[in-house]
């Protein structure tokens, strides 16, 4: 069975920094999507960045990249330049044909 | 272009009863998933429909049942509430049968006394 591991419950930075968050997954399969999500406080989840396994180059939208790691099926989001709106809790997905799987979720907070 | 809307945000049931909760997809989209987030908890895939099929599900038992209907809205029913089943129920619209970028409503809070 596939599972997603976030092994930060809670992490914080000073505004203007650069955090990573973790995240490791298990599966046997070889054609998978991981996603990362952040649920502000206001509790709508938005979609942060995604990346397709058979892709070896990592995603970066503006602040926010991958370091996606296949062999060691890790999948990390760093966040350059932290700003106080990325308050919010990350949940890496992990997505196999027709079933997602979130982690548990991290709790970062961007201090002033 | 109007965002996924969930219905009630807030409601409390006692255990037994059974409750219905209501989402309406994003403009354009075909395909609708719900998930359940105790608290303190990442979300947990309940089923997802596309075109008014139930084409995945997750590890919930049968009393947690859906529909989707014509026009894309969905619903989510539980019976024989258990007070396990309090949580927030979060619906998410995406295009198309493939998992593409989810859109997510606020939810709806269920409290199971």
């Known amino acids: 069975a596939q599972t997603v591991t976030q092994s930060q419950p809670e992490m914080s930075v000073q505004e203007a920094e650069t955090v990573t968050l973790s995240c490791t997954y298990d599966?046997?399969?070889?054609?998978?999507?991981l996603f990362w999500y952040k649920q502000p406080p206001s509790r709508q989840m938005i979609l942060v960045i995604r990346q397709e396994a058979y892709k070896q180059q990592n995603a970066t939208e503006n602040r926010f990249s991958v370091n996606f790691q296949k062999a060691a099926k890790s999948f990390s989001l760093k966040i350059s330049d932290s700003q106080l709106g990325d308050t919010a809790m990350y949940f890496c997905?992990?997505?196999?044909?027709?079933?997602?799987?979130f982690g548990k979720g991290t709790r970062l907070h961007i201090l002033p | 272009e109007t965002g996924v809307t969930q219905s009630p945000t807030h409601l409390i049931k006692t255990r037994g009863q059974q409750v219905t909760l209501r989402c309406s997809s994003q403009?354009?989209?075909?395909?609708v998933s719900w998930y359940q987030q105790a608290l303190g908890q990442g979300p947990q895939f309940i089923f997802q429909y596309y075109r008014e099929e139930e084409n995945g599900r997750g590890n919930f038992p049968p009393r947690f049942s859906g529909l989707q209907f014509p026009n894309y809205s969905s619903e989510l029913n539980v019976n024989a509430l258990e007070l396990d089943d309090s949580a927030l129920y979060l619906c998410?619209?995406?295009?198309?049968?493939?998992?593409?970028?989810?859109?997510f409503g606020e939810g709806s809070r269920l409290t199971v006394l």
């Open positions: 998410a619209s995406s295009l198309g049968q493939s998992w593409g970028e989810l859109f």
């Open positions: 403009s354009g989209h075909n395909t």
């Open positions: 997905a992990f997505i196999l044909d027709d079933k997602i799987i």
């Open positions: 599966t046997s399969e070889n054609n998978y999507y």
